[in-house]
């Protein structure tokens, strides 16, 4: 019997060049084949590329020795596609997977589900290899690697769908009916075409079912609209069967990131520049309350989270969200989620047990936060926020705007219905867009501006931009001015000279965080933290010599 840790995936290629079937059996590559040179070494085989004209771009592992992404570019259909490549199984071992599956739905209790993932796979191994000794079954090491893998995947990952939720560079998980290819948005190659398709009606219902059972949800005929998050942080949004949506069942996943978006993360993308990011974590120091506005996927959330590594840590946070989407390291942090309820809704409009962003805000106003941190705004509760923000707490939301106007327009207007004078309460706006450049698409901060004050004869809000992107050159260009930096210099009694060398410091603690590639949210906000209690040891670190790293 081979060991195990032999096991690894060989790429084959034909003789012109490109990928190559490892087998021409139909059900999947056979131990011994000729086009193996090690056979019984094998877990899983690179297919051949789907369509004619097509070319790899590139190949990654997301559960190696078990499941890959291979992304290829199409020269006569000019679109790309995402394959997610798994072990490929001959004809008897997808009937026996399938016999296995049907007795371990009977055999499994519930005490399964109070275990970890990782538990919960190593007695999945062990039920498949006691159940295949009982029946007198011989199977090599490859064959039982292929039916754990499925097993494992069916019963405890997301089934057909596994490998792109394991993915990281994918963002969303978009399905539009049966029979219609599933597409992604890919961090790299934006919306993409893939290979997997739910071609029966009832199978794809089947896994809209299973995806509200993980979001501790149902969804059904007479309640066919699902909305929820997973126990891994996933968004889902999804449609049953063909109620409400004419090609069948549906659904959208928002991958949650466990490695948030960081400031030198927006550095790296080109989202915004060394000095915006130190104008950021000023900001966040001095307690300057911000709204970032921009369309869908701009980008809002990530842009939040990264402004909100530099809150101090010694400040207690409060953030509430539709669904979690926030991840921060400090420890005074209490994450707010809301929840729906059960059954009709009553004359507030709200169900039984349903907990909306209302009465999370006006929750979170009574622990006594110095940060609230508000998902998206879009109802009655901003106009808590905006009375919680008059009366000295510092606030962070997003809300879809693609200026201050439409910002201003969309909160002073139903359903939200905030008085424009209460607006001055806010300092800073952030206008992010996605944009498509020489470059593709990217996203951008437009503009950063400050909230200066009202202007009550013909009430309007006085802004002023400090930031402003400027396409031609995709560079940012500093305006002249901030406010800010007046308000700190009279606050700790600065002169122009001294507000200017604070700034710089900070510019190049984020230019060597930037250097290092320190993008771990920890590692970085550990570097936040050092300044904020000992600065000029932090400042030998970045420019031991008296020269930036």
Known sequence: ??????????????????????????GGPDEGSPEMDLPGTFITAMPALPEEGAKVIEVRPVNPPYSYSRISYNDRTKEYIFEAIEPQLSTHERELLAHLKDTLGKIIGA?????????KK????????????????QLSPLSMERLVYYIQRDFVGYGPIDTLILDPHIEDISCDGVAVPLFVFHGQYES????????????????????GQRCAKSVSVSSPILDGTTPEGHRVQATYAREVTTRGGSFTIRRFKERPWTPVDLVNAGSANEEMVAYFWLAAEQGESMMICGGPAAGKTSTLNAIALFIPPTAKIVSIEDTREVNLPHENWIPGATRSGTGDRGADGKAAGEVDMFDLVRAALRQRPNYIIVGEVRGKETYTMFQAMATGHTTYSTMHAD?????????ENPPINTPRILLSALNNVVIQIQARTE??????????????????????????????WDPATDKFVFKGHSFLFDKIMELKNYTHEEMEAEFQRRVLVVRFLVHQKMDDYRALWKMVTDYYKDPTSVMERVQPSGEAT
């Open 111 to 119: 005490e399964v589900a109070k275990m970890t993932t990782g538990d």
């Open 403 to 411: 200026s201050v106007k439409s910002m201003v327009n969309r909160l």
């Open 192 to 211: 993409v075409k893939t290979n997997i398709i739910f071609e029966e009606e009832d199978q794809l219902n089947s896994f809209i079912v299973q995806l």
């Open 439 to 468: 470059k593709g698409v990217v996203r951008r901060l437009k503009q950063v501006l400050e909230i200066v004050g009202f202007e009550p004869e013909t009430n309007e809000l006085i802004t002023n931009t400090v930031y402003e």
């Open 1 to 26: 019997m081979a060991s195990i840790a032999s096991f690894r995936v060989k790429i084959p290629r034909s003789a012109s060049g490109g990928r190559a079937p490892a087998s021409t059996t139909p």
């Open 122 to 137: 190593t007695y999945l191994r062990g039920v498949v290899e006691e159940f295949l000794k009982t029946r007198g079954i």
